[in-house]
């Protein structure tokens, strides 16, 4: 199992990387054949190219991110980050609350985020 340690690095270098818009290396932090949900209650997408479309949707996007607070149990991660996105003049914040579950190598084999609309802020 991977070690508690081992997997608040990949949480730390997540969140840091889907601010960056690091398509390519977000993706490495995952098992060739891991699923992501997010929001929790849409498909799923599984594997490393539906997971690279995913995140390169981000890519683009003048982003931030900041890492608040995470908790590791077993060899599962629960955390709550924020991502700020500019859209025109405005800011729009979401706060969602990742888990996600990590192999014995400390690659992520599934990522579930909790989040809805109501969860989006405008500034």
Not at 7 to 24: P, S
Not at 77 to 93: D, I, M, N, S, Y
Request: no cysteine.
């Amino acid at each position: 199992m991977a070690s508690a340690e081992q997997m608040r690095d990949v949480v730390e270098k997540y969140v840091k990387l889907v601010g960056a818009g690091a398509t390519e290396e977000i993706v490495a932090l995952y098992r060739a054949d891991a699923s992501v949900e997010d929001p929790v209650g849409t498909e799923q997408r599984i594997g490393t190219e539906a997971i690279r479309e995913f995140y390169k949707i981000l890519e683009p996007l003048e982003k931030t991110t900041e890492l608040t607070t995470a908790r590791i149990a077993g060899s599962r991660a629960a955390f709550l980050f924020t991502l700020r996105t500019k859209v025109g003049e405005q800011t729009l914040e979401l706060s969602p609350i990742d888990v996600m579950e990590f192999d014995d190598d400390g690659k992520i084999s599934s990522m579930k985020a909790f989040w809805g609309q109501d969860d989006m802020h405008m500034s």
